[in-house]
């Protein structure tokens, strides 16, 4: 749907998680035969869950941790891990910093330059725990570090950008050729960020698995402000799930698409899950693990940026271990704990047995179900009220 925003222009209006709600089925199931498993280039996890690659949430431990969980954690391989070979006084710095100067003091942190010896040894301290090892490089830096992952042996890489294109151009630099990198790399590639059908499409046809959706949404990120870029999260979904849908039928290939941020509940991982996606990548519920490197404090990713910030560092606190925000039990009712159990009762409540059966779910615009009948829970600051 488009509506005139001034004369002679139209803009689609698009929808983030909080305008939309699934609807349920003629049918229900039971929450124990409902099926939640992810596999992409050969590798199969018993949940579909990546782990940001954020400082603040992956470390080597809590990649390990969350392989063991059947997830998996997507080590920055231009973050502290590579950088420092003892980057725990940099966390304790990072915490310490008083808020008006955190971002200034976090540009300095990172400016020591990457260490590719460390490059190999944090991949293969992930490899050698037994899980699968999944990290990610800059499209800048990728022709760079690359082989040094390889070396560690590294099963999956990420090319991951605020925005990355299939068609970069520039007057000054040679671009990275993505069709051909991903042709000769030797391992599976997911790339990303985008948030539009075309641009998705463009990355699918470069031959990756993959496909991160999402520019802006995370809890950290300033892109959207700093920028003025994004699309919210369902419509984003839901457009890049158009373009595998084409792409399927173009090929015979099916490339996976995975929601990047903007997820803070059960309820978000759903219904992302119904707009498209195969799986979900997420920063802030897990920085709030017991476990994260982050000491209570999460960052964006492009927070370090030399000239232009793009993130702000945040207090998210300690909340439950990694397998309490997982897999529960939980003792909140806010949603942002026992995220898969409640992504399977949603399944299950709506009547879908796997993950490609729940794209079909029905969904409906209904802002109101955020606070419809929730005013005591709002003014108690508990429960729906507590969110935020």
Not at 146 to 172: C, M, N, W
Request: glycine share 12%.
């Amino acid at each position: 749907m488009e509506v005139e925003i001034g004369r002679g222009r139209v803009a689609r209006v698009s929808y983030g998680f909080d305008d939309i709600a699934i609807v349920p089925s003629r049918r229900t199931r039971d929450a124990e035969d409902i099926e939640i498993t992810w596999q992409i280039a050969g590798f199969k996890f018993e949940l579909p869950l990546l782990a940001s690659a954020m400082d603040s949430v992956v470390s080597p431990a809590v990649a390990i941790e969350l392989g063991k969980l059947g997830a998996a954690g997507v080590l920055n391989l231009e973050g502290l891990w590579t950088k420092y070979e003892d980057p725990l006084p940099m966390y304790e710095k990072i915490a310490s910093l008083p808020k008006e100067k955190a971002t200034r003091g976090i540009q300095e942190i990172y400016q020591e330059p990457v260490k590719p010896e460390l490059i190999t040894q944090r991949v293969k301290e992930i490899k050698q725990a037994g899980v699968v090892a999944i990290a990610s490089l800059t499209p800048q830096k990728v022709a760079r570090y690359y082989k040094y992952a390889l070396e560690g042996g590294l099963d999956i890489l990420v090319i991951q950008g605020t925005v990355v294109s299939a068609e970069h151009v520039s007057k000054r630099t040679e671009p990275l050729n993505l069709y051909e990198f991903i042709k000769e790399v030797g391992v599976p590639v997911i790339v990303g960020g985008c948030c539009s059908y075309s641009t998705a499409l463009h990355l699918m046809r470069t031959g990756a698995v993959g496909v991160l959706v999402g520019v802006g949404p995370g809890a950290a990120c300033t892109t959207r402000r700093v920028l003025g870029i994004g699309v919210p999260q369902a419509t984003a979904i839901v457009d890049a799930a158009a373009a595998r849908t084409r792409y399927l039928e173009e090929t015979g290939r099916y490339v996976h698409v995975i929601a990047d941020g903007g997820m803070s509940t059960g309820g978000d991982i759903a219904k992302a899950i119904a707009c498209g996606a195969d799986a979900v990548m997420i920063g802030s519920p897990l920085s709030r693990a017991a476990e994260a490197p982050g000491k209570g404090f999460h960052w964006g990713m492009a927070t370090f940026h030399p000239t232009l910030p793009r993130g702000t560092r945040i207090q998210v606190g300690v909340k439950a271990t990694l397998k309490e925000i997982l897999l529960g039990p939980a003792h909140e009712n806010d949603g942002t704990l026992n995220l898969m159990g409640a992504l399977r009762a949603s399944m299950a409540t709506a009547g879908y047995e796997d993950i490609k059966d729940f794209h079909r779910a029905e969904l409906m615009v209904a802002p109101a179900l955020q606070t419809e009948g929730k005013a005591s829970q709002f003014a108690q600051g508990v429960g729906q009220g507590a969110r935020g």
